[in-house]
């Protein structure tokens, strides 16, 4: 009688160990971790890089740049926001400064979105924000 018990498990096991791999794969899972997020942050570093140079996020997040080090802004390629302490427009000011601001963009649309710091451009001090 004790024999059957361990043939029993071995075959409640093997259903598991089927069933798992069905599971996960329904789910998903690995797209989200890589996938678009709701809020990201870009820090602006004393080496000027922007890092990460690209973040990709849903439309209507929101990426918020933060100056580590060094004299900054983010100004899109388009024009369509200059910003550091605040955004020109938007009450703020977008003049590169030293003082360690953050500022929070919001991406309304779907699309790319190329910005640099307009003092380090020149060295390659850009990045994009993706939105979809
Ligand atoms: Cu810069």
Redesign the pocket.
């Known amino acids: 009688m004790r024999v059957r018990c361990p043939v029993r498990l071995a075959g409640l096991l093997t259903v598991a160990a089927v069933a798992l791999p069905t599971c996960s794969s329904s789910s998903d899972a690995p797209t989200s971790p890589s996938g678009p997020v709701q809020s990201a942050i870009v820090n602006?570093l004393d080496s000027?890089t922007f890092s990460p140079s690209t973040v990709t996020i849903v439309p209507g997040g929101t990426v918020t740049f933060v100056n580590l080090g060094?004299?900054?802004?983010v100004t899109a390629d388009d024009g369509s926001f200059r910003c550091a302490n605040g955004c020109d427009g938007s009450g703020g000011n977008g003049t590169?400064a030293t003082n360690g601001w953050s500022v929070t963009i919001t991406f309304p649309n779907v699309g790319s979105v190329p910005y640099n710091?307009?003092?380090?451009v020149g060295e390659g001090?850009t990045g994009t924000v993706i939105v979809q």
Do not use: A, D
Request: glycine share 8%.
């Open positions: 602006l000027n060094g004299e900054h802004n590169p710091c307009e003092v380090h001090m």
